[in-house]
């Protein structure tokens, strides 16, 4: 599948996203993941009412329990949402032949320039990724709800976001990734 084919596939179910069940996003989903694992340690932490469902977390009960429900029934549209994707990116995956075995734990784009080290890959990963998510949600939303779904909807903020997300790549990976693989 070329990148332009598998662009305007990506345009389709978003805008089926929207026609049919509402914008995508996904950051709220590690919220609620996190409820989910709590909610099963502690029992009392989500509980149905004739009103719904609440929390002893203030944070899940906020919305009126709209956070918490999501615990109570996870699954829901936006959290089957989340697995689905996983599920296709690794259909995708395999579709294409797979992975290589020695890009299982260190692409080729980092060994070039930093080595066979995978634990100082994945501390890296997980400090950009956790950035990237923890001000998404500062801002009130997250990268998928700020820029595709926002841009969609001609948002004047999605394409601030698009802009700044996309600058802030194109700075990083240059700075980063002087070799190529």
Not at 20 to 46: M, R, W
Not at 147 to 157: L, N
């Amino acid at each position: 599948m070329t990148w332009k084919t598998g662009g305007v596939l990506l345009g389709l179910v978003f805008f089926l996203a929207i026609l049919l069940v509402k914008p995508i996003g996904v950051s709220t989903q590690f919220v609620i993941l996190d409820g989910i694992i709590a909610d099963a340690v502690n029992p009392d932490l989500v509980t149905a009412t004739d009103d719904g469902f609440t929390s002893t977390n203030a944070y899940l009960a906020k919305s009126g329990g709209k956070y918490a429900k999501s615990v109570g029934n996870p699954l829901n549209y936006s959290f089957v949402f989340v697995l689905a994707m996983m599920l296709g990116g690794f259909i995708s995956a395999m579709a294409r032949g797979g992975i290589d075995a020695r890009d299982h734990k260190v692409p080729a784009l980092w060994r070039a320039n930093y080595g066979d080290d995978p634990v100082k890959r994945y501390l890296v990963a997980f400090l950009g990724g956790f950035i990237v998510l923890y001000g998404a949600r500062l801002a009130g939303g997250c990268t998928s709800g700020h820029m595709m779904s926002g841009m969609m909807q001609t948002a004047v903020s999605g394409y601030i976001f698009a802009a700044g997300a996309f600058a802030a790549a194109i700075t990083v990976s240059i700075l980063m990734f002087k070799k190529e693989a």
